[in-house]
């Protein structure tokens, strides 16, 4: 089965979990328990997610205020509280002799242990950098989230303060489909399908039981857990998927194309036909971003691409 990265994928699953419109950041690791929650009005993600090994997830963030943030993740050494890791964290941190901490300052809140300090210059800069830094402890994971923000002013107090109210730790969080589906795209693209088809697998289970996921996303999902099936030659399993991915949803295309690739794979060319048609009759109904797969260039019909008949057969449905 050849490998394909969906697009929509790594764009509209990324902003669904990236708190747009209000909804909520969970910062996770794979495996552990607990999560840091950020809400975050008026912040536009840029960038964020699992690192390789599944031991730290981060995002960054700003507003048009000039606010920045940065947040993550990390596995727990050790339990500590939200003042222990700031210990540890913060004690590490303002040893930095290369920049001048002023008015350094230790508060907690009910939330977490927090420390402040301004920057007013900077190798020759003149910055009046506000920074924060929130510590949070737990059993599993500890987080840190840091905002920033140049030429202070006091007035810009009340901005930190309403960040810093957005976020917790919830150190019960158990993971939902949409993270699941996070961590399976971590392997995914990592190219180790094992893994990612564990994750979503985890993820259609949680579906099954508790629909959360959009039509769209729902699709995704199925695609790339049949595809991790399929990568990882487990090919019973992988038609299994895209045949509950009809069941619920028969006028998605690509479910039946890669059903086809199975039948690719395993040089029968009858099968294979078939679902292709059943593909390309509904070419139309492809996700944003995506297109059809060309069989003549998939790996998967390698063993049927010098049959006539088939070569024939697929340049027709393509017209």
């Not at 210990?87 to 040893?95: C, I, R, T």
């Not at 008015?103 to 007013?120: G, M, P």
């Not at 059809?292 to 260039?297: E, Q």
């Amino acid at each position: 089965m050849r490998l394909r990265f969906c697009i929509v994928f790594l764009v509209v699953g990324v902003i669904d979990l990236f708190g747009q419109n209000g909804r909520p950041v969970h910062l996770f690791l794979p495996g552990r328990q607990g999560a840091l929650e950020l809400t975050l009005p008026g912040f536009q993600v840029e960038r964020g997610g699992l690192r390789p090994d599944g031991k730290q997830f981060t995002i960054a963030a700003k507003n048009p205020n000039g606010m920045y943030l940065t947040a993550f993740v990390e596995v727990a050494p050790h339990p500590a509280t939200n003042q222990q890791v700031r210990d540890e964290w913060w004690g590490n941190l303002k040893k930095r002799k290369e920049v001048k901490m002023e008015n350094q300052t230790l508060t907690d809140s009910a939330n977490a242990a927090i420390a402040e300090y301004i920057v007013h210059d900077y190798q020759g800069i003149h910055l009046d950098q506000e920074s924060l830094h929130a510590y949070y402890g737990g059993n599993e994971i500890w987080g840190e989230v840091h905002i920033s923000k140049t030429n202070f002013q006091p007035s810009d107090q009340k901005l930190f303060e309403q960040a810093i109210m957005g976020v917790r730790m919830l150190p019960a969080y158990t993971l939902m489909s949409m993270d699941e589906m996070v961590a399976g795209g971590n392997y995914y693209n990592a190219h180790d399908y094992y893994q990612a088809a564990q994750h979503y697998q985890k993820a259609l289970d949680l579906e099954k039981d508790r629909p959360t996921l959009s039509n769209t996303m729902t699709r995704v999902l199925v695609d790339q857990l049949g595809m991790s099936y399929g990568i990882s030659h487990e090919l019973a399993k992988s038609k299994a998927v895209f045949e509950y991915g009809i069941s619920r949803d028969p006028e998605y295309p690509l479910f039946y194309y890669n059903i086809a690739c199975g039948y690719g794979e395993q040089s029968d060319r009858e099968n294979a036909l078939v679902f292709l048609k059943k593909a390309f009759e509904r070419k139309a109904n492809v996700l944003k971003g995506e297109a059809m797969p060309n069989p003549l260039t998939d790996d998967s019909f390698k063993n049927l691409i010098s049959d006539p008949t088939f070569v024939k057969e697929v340049k027709a449905m393509q017209q």
